[in-house]
C-alpha cells in the first residue's frame, strides 16, 4: 500500500509537457501545473495566436496568463526530492512513435536519453549509467538521441565507418581504406570533420557578413521607397499647382481675346448699324421725292410744273459710299491664336523631353540586361514620325510622316531654323530617352540610320550638320554592298549579313545604343557604349539618287 501511494505521488508532482518532476511549478486559471519553462514553451510556439489552452483540458484563456512560481508546490516538491522522489515514473517516459526508443529496454522499451556513437545504440536514462560509472566507457562519445546511428555503420564490412575518403567523398570503414578506397586521399573522420568545421565557420562568417550587408541594403532600399515616394509626392503636388496655374493664365488669355473679341463686335456692329439706318432714312427721302417727280412728270399745266420743278430738281447731298472690305472681319483674331497654340505646343514638345528625361533617370536599381530576342526588343518599340521642320527641301515627307523620299523638285516647306539645307537629312519628331526600339525600311542606294541631339546646328558649315562627323550624331552607313558606322568623324567598318531593314535599340540611361541588321534572323551589327547627356532624336539622311526611300516601321 505504501508504495501505491509513492507511485500516485509521482503521478502528481509530474509535468503533462515534458513527463519529468515538476521544476519551478506554475499553475494556470484552470487549476492544472505544468513547469514555468515548459508551459511558456508551449504557448510561444502558438504566440501569433491570441487565445492560448491548457495543454490537458484545452480551457482556453485571454489574454495569456501571467505565469507565477508556486511557492508552496515548490517547496513540497523539494521535500519529496529528500524522500527520494527524483524522477517521473517508467511508464510516463515510454517511448512513443516519433521518440528513438532504449535498445536495451526489454518489452515495452523507454524513451532513449543519449546515443553512443561508439555503441552505436541509444539508451535510456536507466541503462545509460554504466557510461557514467565504468572507466571502460570513458571515451565514448554521447549525442542527443538519434534514429541514424545505423547509418555509422559500413554495409558492406559491418564495421563502424571512421574513415573518410576524400576521393571518393563518403565515409568508410577502415577495412574499406585497404580494399575497394585502396590508394585513394583517405584521412579520419575526425581529422576531415575538423578541416570541414574550419570550412563551415569561415562560410558562416561569411553568410553572416552577407547577412549584414544585405541588410544594410534592404534599410538603403526602403529609404531609397521612402525618399522615392516623397519626392514622388512633391513633384505630383508642385506639377499639379503649376499646371493649375498654366490653365489659369491661358483661361484668363481666352477670356480676354473673348471679351475684347466681343467689344470690338458690338462696336463695329453699332457703327454699322447707325450707318444702316441714315441710308434707309435716304432711301425714304429719295423714294418720296421720286414718287413727287413721278407726279409732277404727269402735270398737265405748264406753269405748274415750272413753279414747282426748281424744289424737286434739288437733291440733298447723299451719304457717302462704303467700301465694304473683303469678309474676313475677325479671322486674323483666329490666325493669331491659332498661331500662339502652335508656338505653344512647339515650346511644350521641345520641355517635354527634359521632364520625361528626368524622370527616367530615377533609378535606384540595377539596370536591367539587354533583350536577346526580337521579340524582346518589340516590348519596348516606339512609333516614330519625322519632324517637317527639319527636312531638307527635296525630302518628300509622306505616310503620316514616317517616309521620307528624295526628289528632284524642291518641296514647299515654310522657312524654319530646323531645317537641313545642305545634306538630304530628316530628324523625328520625338525625343527619345530610357529604353527604345525602332526598325528602318529603306529602298535604292543606301541610307544613314542615325541618332542626334536636337542642337547640331543644321544651318552651319558642313562639319556641323552632317550625321556622325560630331560629337553629338550616331551613324550607321548602310550601303547596297556594305556597312560603316560613324562618330566624331571617326568611321569605322562593320561586318554584318546586308539587308535593307535595319533595327536601332537605345538605353539612354545605361548608354547603350545597338544597330542589328532584320531578316529572317536578327544580327548585331555594331555596340556603343557611352554616356548620353541629352534626349536623342532618330535620324534619316537619303543619298544623291532621286527616288531612294527610308521609313520608320510598324511594329506590332
Not at 168 to 176: E, N, S, T, V
Not at 198 to 213: D, K, Y
Not at 334 to 340: D, G, K, P, Q, R
Not at 451 to 457: C, D, F, L
Request: charged residues 25%; contains cysteine; proline residues 4%.
Amino acid at each position: 500500500m505504501a508504495q501505491k501511494g509513492v507511485q500516485l505521488d509521482r503521478e502528481t508532482f509530474s509535468c503533462s509537457i515534458c513527463l519529468d518532476l515538476l521544476k519551478d511549478p506554475v499553475a494556470i486559471p484552470c487549476g492544472h501545473s505544468y513547469c514555468m519553462n515548459c508551459i511558456k514553451s508551449f504557448w510561444d510556439e502558438d504566440k501569433e495566436k491570441e487565445i492560448h489552452s491548457c495543454p490537458q483540458c484545452r480551457q482556453t484563456f485571454t489574454p495569456r496568463p501571467v505565469l507565477v512560481k508556486n511557492t508552496m508546490l515548490a517547496v513540497l516538491l523539494e521535500e519529496l526530492k529528500k524522500t527520494g522522489l527524483q524522477a517521473a515514473p517508467a511508464d510516463l517516459c515510454y517511448a512513443g512513435p516519433e521518440d528513438v526508443s532504449c535498445d536495451i529496454c526489454t518489452g515495452r522499451k523507454l524513451k532513449a536519453f543519449k546515443s553512443c556513437l561508439v555503441c552505436l545504440i541509444s539508451f535510456c536514462e536507466k541503462h545509460l549509467q554504466p557510461h557514467f560509472e565504468s572507466p571502460a566507457y570513458e571515451k565514448h562519445k554521447l549525442v542527443d538521441p538519434s534514429k541514424k546511428l545505423q547509418e555509422n555503420i559500413c554495409s558492406r564490412h559491418d564495421e563502424v565507418m571512421k574513415m573518410f575518403c576524400r576521393t571518393d567523398q563518403q565515409c568508410i570503414c577502415y577495412l574499406c581504406s585497404v580494399d575497394e578506397h585502396k590508394g585513394h586521399d583517405t584521412v579520419s573522420a575526425a581529422a576531415e570533420r575538423t578541416e570541414r568545421q574550419r570550412e563551415l565557420e569561415v562560410s558562416r562568417q561569411n553568410i553572416q557578413q552577407r547577412i549584414l550587408e544585405r541588410e544594410k541594403d534592404v534599410k538603403e532600399l526602403q529609404q531609397q521607397v521612402e525618399d522615392i515616394n516623397r519626392s514622388a509626392d512633391k513633384a505630383v503636388e508642385d506639377s499639379e499647382k503649376i499646371f493649375t496655374e498654366l490653365i489659369s493664365l491661358i483661361q484668363k488669355r481666352s477670356s480676354d481675346v473673348k471679351q475684347q473679341v466681343r467689344s470690338q463686335q458690338e462696336t463695329e456692329v453699332s457703327r454699322v448699324k447707325e450707318l444702316q439706318e441714315k441710308m434707309e432714312q435716304e432711301i425714304t427721302e429719295l423714294k418720296r421725292k421720286e414718287a413727287e417727280m413721278k407726279k409732277l412728270s404727269h402735270t398737265e399745266d405748264h406753269n405748274q410744273f415750272l413753279h414747282n420743278y426748281p424744289s424737286l430738281s434739288a437733291l440733298s447731298e447723299s451719304t457717302s459710299s462704303i467700301n465694304i472690305r473683303p469678309l474676313r472681319y475677325f479671322e486674323d483674331v483666329t490666325a493669331a491664336v491659332s498661331e500662339l497654340r502652335d508656338k505653344l505646343q512647339d515650346v511644350l514638345r521641345e520641355k517635354w523631353t527634359n521632364v520625361s528625361l528626368t524622370m527616367t533617370e530615377v533609378d535606384v536599381l540595377l539596370p536591367q540586361p539587354e533583350p536577346k530576342t526580337r521579340a524582346d526588343f518589340l516590348r519596348y518599340s516606339r512609333e516614330i514620325t519625322l519632324d517637317p521642320n527639319t527636312a531638307n527641301i527635296y525630302l518628300l515627307l509622306s505616310e503620316g510622316n514616317r517616309k521620307a523620299t528624295l526628289m528632284s523638285q524642291q518641296q514647299s516647306y515654310s522657312s524654319h531654323p530646323d531645317r537641313f539645307t545642305v545634306y538630304y537629312q530628316v530628324l523625328s519628331r520625338e525625343s527619345l530617352t530610357g529604353r527604345c526600339y525602332w526598325e528602318v525600311e529603306w529602298r535604292g542606294d543606301g541610307v544613314h540610320v542615325a541618332v542626334a541631339y536636337k542642337n547640331i546646328s543644321c544651318p552651319g558649315s558642313l562639319s556641323t550638320c552632317e550625321f556622325g562627323v560630331n560629337c553629338k550624331t550616331w551613324m550607321l552607313d548602310c550601303h547596297k554592298t556594305s556597312y560603316k558606322f560613324k562618330h566624331n568623324n571617326v568611321q569605322t567598318p562593320v561586318s554584318g549579313p546586308l539587308s535593307s531593314r535595319v533595327g536601332v535599340y537605345l538605353d539612354h540611361s545605361a548608354g547603350i545604343l545597338s544597330f542589328y541588321s532584320i531578316s529572317e534572323t536578327m544580327t548585331l551589327l555594331h555596340r556603343v557604349q557611352t554616356t548620353f547627356t541629352q534626349p536623342l532624336y532618330a535620324g534619316l539622311r537619303l543619298y544623291y539618287t532621286y527616288g531612294d526611300i527610308a521609313e520608320f516601321c510598324k511594329l506590332k
